[in-house]
């Protein structure tokens, strides 16, 4: 929608210093509104905005202050009218969004509106700020994008969407659309699989519907750090960064990625999961370690449709045993082949500054352990 269309915007938490509200629909990204009142139980930020006609939207694309996301709104309703006057509003939407950095689109049924509210129920740090408030028509592009693939592991194109030629079509099409660089990673996504780059760095887990592990490993006093957790078979190194596809019931419990690192003091990492792609960095060195790569469901099947499916890109794979499925001679194998890998790399720990190794080891494990490293072995073959 062209913002020559909007009348006026006003909010109910007023501003702080100069990040007056008219910066959230100025078209400049660097600048921001920041609120003056922060979200408590008697008290909910929310921004409103009329337009001089009455218009046809189907999403609201927002984000917080550039610098640090500090207000960004992570569960908000959108509230509507057809009026420009009178308590006329009626929900039109709810959502919910991880933090992030940049722009995200909040899409809903087609709706003719005159005013809209923005309401942030669940903020960053219970506050509110806009660096960009946007509202588009329906979108065509974006929703052939989003219409790709057969389902939210989006690793199977559409009958209609398998050619290059259609690829190239919607390349030519996203090419001046606000959200290029969004769009283009899953037509990125569409193009390798026509392509079939696929080079087996992936792998795929349906998650267990066992429930609130607390509560079940108590009623069969089992460990719950463990009870919950799907693995991949796969460890994400330090830093990497990959990609996670989520087929899921929207409306039921959504899982978990989990990234596990035994041997560190922090080394727990849980990231909520959405339908379809999320990226996720693994934590450095500083943080964490090297890390498991696990899904966790804290839901029942009476709470989801279907079990979740989770597939997972980037990565690298370990052996995994599954009783009364593996094969022990064929495991056995993959543990020799890994473990040839490996030698490399204890070699190098191995022959590494002592005391380098050392200090570092100490930081990972401080009060815990007394470090004493062996001399140098040497394997043959």
Do not use: C
């Not at 560190?264 to 990226?279: A, E, F, I, S, V």
């Amino acid at each position: 929608m062209d913002d020559k269309n909007i009348k006026s915007i006003r909010n109910n938490g007023g501003h702080y210093s100069s990040a007056v509200i008219e910066k959230a629909i100025d078209g400049d990204l660097k600048t921001y509104w920041e609120t003056n009142r922060g979200n408590s139980q008697d008290f909910v930020n929310e921004v409103e905005v009329e337009f001089k006609e009455a218009v046809e939207v189907n999403r609201i694309i927002y984000g917080a202050r550039p610098s640090d996301n500090k207000g960004f709104a992570e569960e908000f309703e959108v509230h509507g009218s057809k009026t420009s006057k009178g308590d006329t509003y009626q929900l039109v939407s709810t959502g919910k969004h991880k933090m992030v950095s940049g722009l995200v689109e909040a899409k809903f049924k087609p709706t003719t509106l005159k005013r809209v509210k923005f309401k942030f129920k669940k903020s960053n740090q219970n506050w509110a700020t806009l660096s960009e408030l946007t509202f588009y028509k329906k979108d065509v592009i974006a929703d052939q994008i989003d219409d790709l693939f057969t389902d939210g592991l989006m690793n199977e194109l559409k009958p209609e969407y398998a050619s290059k030629s259609k690829m190239e079509q919607l390349e030519r099409e996203i090419a001046n659309h606000p959200l290029k660089k969004e769009l283009q990673v899953k037509l990125d996504i569409a193009k390798n699989i026509l392509d079939s780059d696929n080079d087996g760095n992936e792998a795929i887990v349906v998650a267990s519907q066992r429930g609130d592990p607390s509560v079940t490993a108590q009623a069969h006093q089992i460990a719950r750090t463990s009870f919950s957790l799907d693995t991949f078979g796969r460890y994400a190194a330090l830093g990497e960064t990959i990609q996670v596809f989520v087929d899921a019931d929207k409306n039921g419990v959504m899982p978990n990625l989990v990234l596990r690192q035994i041997a560190h003091k922090d080394g727990w990492r849980r990231y909520p999961l959405q339908p379809g792609l999320n990226t996720i960095t693994a934590p450095s060195l500083e943080q964490m370690g090297t890390s498991a790569i696990y899904v966790e469901n804290r839901a029942l099947p009476s709470e989801q449709a279907f079990a979740s499916r989770v597939r997972l890109v980037g990565g690298t794979s370990f052996p995994v045993y599954y009783h009364g499925k593996t094969d022990p001679v064929q495991f056995k194998k993959e543990l020799e082949k890994y473990f040839k890998k490996l030698v490399p790399m204890i070699m190098i720990l191995q022959t590494a500054n002592r005391r380098t190794l050392s200090t570092m080891l100490q930081s990972l494990f401080p009060k815990t352990i007394r470090l004493q490293l062996a001399p140098p072995v040497h394997y043959k073959g």
